[in-house]
């Protein structure tokens, strides 16, 4: 039996009989990363030996029987390099950042451990998060492990080619505008944004902070479930974490979906969609209307703009946000200079690559005098109607259903030589950011090539119960589409 | 809204980023397009819609006004490109 290939829920039932130990376990995971991470390229930073310390820790946790009512407990994680780990470099994916080593955890890697993960790396992801393929890296590219010739997605490619090339369990991402839901959708694993608030941002290097939201990867929505658990709830440390009781993830995965009301976008099916990706959704909603959900078409309204309602906010933010990038405190200073300002200048234009610079510029264009009126606040209200929009259809749905992307991963290049093109594939993804809505991406098929296809189900705010609860079933009526990829090496 | 590389050098000045000719160049035509995108904006009517920055109702957290952080300063000096006596070094900025 390969064990890597196990579901966490799977894995941590051996764990807890006692028929696998956490340290076991780490080493044929260990010994997974050494024979692809090679080809594909997921991870910037390897945690070996570290690793084999944590899970020895853990052990004794386990046996003591401290974790027995956690679902995580021994099992082996990777984690997004632009969420800070104690004593573990933290890169953003840029020379910015290539020797910081935060002093400190993420609230979402302490709650972690203390349910038991292991760490075992940090994943490659786009640098600071923007880009859609995650080869706007420092590091160089992560590799889709159905196909090496195509990208993994992005912006949090690593973890989700991590999670299916078997080179963890499962892995934490953020999301922005789709960079969660898009790199799952490519690398034919389940991942979930959680509703705005819901996890703790403390600790995350932030791009967008009214957008970014950290949630799951894994190669089940029961996966997602299961680390939903240990990473929701209010942190004070962290003043946008909403305080509410804790919403019952696992349960959600009991329950049926007879009656539920499911929403589909009538222009989002219309649109250029890849014949293959058509043909995938068409299927789920046959699926979920034989599960006993009602399905039907409604016209969504006003979508088009919501792309350039993201990239103006998102931008604005992150040209403000990333001014703490200065080479004085931490991160990359230039080697020559002659003044403090030569010292900024220079160290900025050194360690940030084309496309942060790129988005820095326009976030100054969106918020400067002259243009403040006509571009920021006109996308802030944009932004307002979008989540009016969506209001309006939850009074009628409980879920909507879209595509998460128009096709399945691009090859190598051809998305970043047009930035334009790049931003537009982001049309399904983002305005779930805007009006900070959960949503799921999980696989629902194949392309001719074999490249998985993703289903996204988008929820109400505080939805989620009912996202996994659909998405479970999906994934059941689905069948085996997860975690396949190296069917043919097995 | 035209943008020529005038506009990009004064971006570049507000962001603290120095652009080589050939960058320069490079980012007036993508700015171009995406600016011209952006614009698309205007086909949306939103008289009298409240712009909105955040979307769940947001207050500040006050808490007791005591310290809970130990001293850290040697390790969060550890990543100081520069540092001196327990200090960030920075150069000269007055005469």
Request: charged share 25%; net charge neutral.
């Amino acid at each position: 039996m390969d064990i890597t290939a196990l579901s966490v829920i799977e894995v941590n039932k051996l764990i807890s009989d006692r028929k696998l130990s956490a340290v076991d376990l780490v080493k044929a995971q260990l010994e997974m990363i050494k024979q692809r991470e090679a080809s594909y390229h997921c991870y910037i930073t390897i945690l070996e030996e570290d690793a084999l310390e944590q899970a020895k820790e853990v052990q004794k946790r386990i046996d003591s029987g401290e974790l027995k009512d956690t679902l995580l407990a021994g099992i082996p994680m990777a984690v997004k390099d632009n969420i800070c780990t104690k004593g573990v470099k933290t890169t953003c994916a840029s020379k910015m950042l290539s020797n910081f080593t935060p002093t400190y955890d993420a609230t979402v890697i302490e709650k972690l451990k203390n349910a038991g993960a292991i760490l075992l790396g940090k994943t490659n992801m786009d640098e600071f998060a923007m880009g859609s393929t995650s080869e706007t890296s420092y590091y160089g590219a992560t590799k889709n492990p159905w196909n090496v010739d195509h990208v993994s997605g992005g912006s949090s490619g690593g973890s989700a080619a991590v999670v299916a090339a078997q080179e963890a369990y499962f892995a934490l991402g953020t999301d922005t505008g789709g960079s969660i839901r898009q790199p799952s959708a490519y690398c034919g694993v389940t991942g979930l944004k959680p509703t705005y608030g819901t996890v703790s941002r403390y600790g995350l290097i932030t791009y967008a902070s009214s957008l970014d939201q950290i949630g799951p990867i894994g190669r089940s929505i029961g996966d997602c479930a299961a680390v939903m658990e240990a990473i929701s709830g209010h942190d004070p440390k962290d003043s946008t974490s909403i305080d509410r009781k804790n919403i019952r993830y696992l349960q959600a995965l009991k329950e049926d979906i007879k009656g539920m009301r499911i929403g589909i976008p009538k222009a989002y099916l219309e649109r250029g969609l890849q014949k293959e990706v058509k043909d995938s959704i068409l299927n789920t909603i046959k699926i979920l209307t034989e599960k006993g959900a009602i399905v039907e078409e409604f016209d969504l309204g006003i979508m088009d703009q919501a792309v350039p309602a993201y990239y103006v906010i998102a931008s604005a933010e992150a040209s403000s946000n990333l001014s703490r990038f200065d080479g004085v405190k931490y991160g990359y200073r230039t080697p020559n200079f002659e003044s403090l300002q030569d010292l900024y200048k220079k160290s900025r234009s050194e360690g940030f690559g084309t496309e942060v610079k790129r988005r820095l510029m326009i976030g100054a264009f969106a918020l400067s005098s002259g243009n403040y009126e006509e571009y920021y606040k006109k996308a802030l209200k944009i932004r307002s109607l979008i989540y009016q929009i969506f209001q309006k259809a939850f009074e009628k749905y409980d879920l909507i259903l879209s595509p998460v992307s128009s096709r399945t991963a691009p090859k190598f290049g051809e998305s970043l030589s047009d930035p334009l093109k790049m931003y537009s594939s982001d049309i399904y993804t983002v305005s779930v950011n805007l009006a900070g809505l959960p949503a799921v991406s999980l696989p629902c098929g194949r392309d001719k090539n074999g490249l998985p296809i993703g289903v996204q189900l988008i929820g109400k705010h505080f939805g989620e119960e009912d996202l996994i609860r659909a998405a479970h079933r999906l994934e059941q009526a689905i069948g085996d589409l997860r975690y396949t990829t190296h069917g043919k090496e097995a | 809204m035209i943008i020529t590389e005038e506009t990009i050098q004064v971006l570049a000045n507000m962001v603290n980023i120095e652009v080589t000719e050939k960058e320069k160049k490079q980012l007036t035509e993508d700015l171009k397009q995406i600016v011209g995108s952006m614009e698309t904006m205007n086909q949306v009517d939103t008289e009298g819609v409240e712009p909105m920055s955040h979307v769940l109702p947001i207050k500040n957290v006050f808490r007791e006004d005591v310290v809970r952080n130990g001293d850290d300063r040697e390790q969060l000096l550890k990543n100081a490109p520069q540092k001196k006596d327990g200090s960030f070094v920075v150069p000269k900025t007055i005469e």
